[in-house]
């Protein structure tokens, strides 16, 4: 049975870091990609970056470009969303989500299809 699962999200000051995680389980993992997407109160939920899994490929929204890096821990099957200069409107749940093959762009939500709870990503100005 599949298992997305991430952690790391707290209450931090603009300008401050925080390193979310994304522990998967259940897959072959070379068969996928991963996608971080986040949802701010009344608002729909919107790419932040993706990974392919295997051959490398990461990609930002613009809004976090510069800000944000991916990296990933085969052995633990973790993917990590890196955010440094966090701002207020950083402030969102922040989703995990898997997709069955190798992107070369974010795409929207539907293309994904097992996807986290959340961990929910607070920026105090």
């Known amino acids: 049975q599949v298992a997305v699962v991430e952690s790391g999200g707290e209450e931090v000051q603009a300008g401050g870091s925080l390193r979310l995680s994304c522990t998967v389980s259940?897959?072959?993992?070379?068969?996928?990609?991963m996608g971080w997407f986040r949802q701010a109160p009344g608002k729909e939920r919107e790419a932040v970056s993706c990974?392919?899994?295997?051959?490398?490929?990461?990609y930002f929204a613009d809004s976090v470009e510069g800000r944000f890096t991916i990296d990933r821990d085969n052995g633990k099957n973790t993917l990590y969303l890196q955010m440094n200069n966090l701002k207020p409107e950083d402030t969102a749940i922040y989703y995990c989500?898997?997709?069955?093959?190798?992107?070369?762009?974010?795409?929207?939500?539907?293309?994904?299809?097992?996807w986290g709870h959340g961990t929910q990503v607070t920026v105090s100005s």
């Open positions: 990974a392919n899994w295997i051959g490398g490929g990461t």
């Open positions: 989500a898997t997709h069955l093959g190798q992107l070369n762009r974010l795409l929207e939500p539907s293309w994904y299809d097992r």
């Open positions: 259940g897959l072959t993992f070379n068969e996928y990609a």
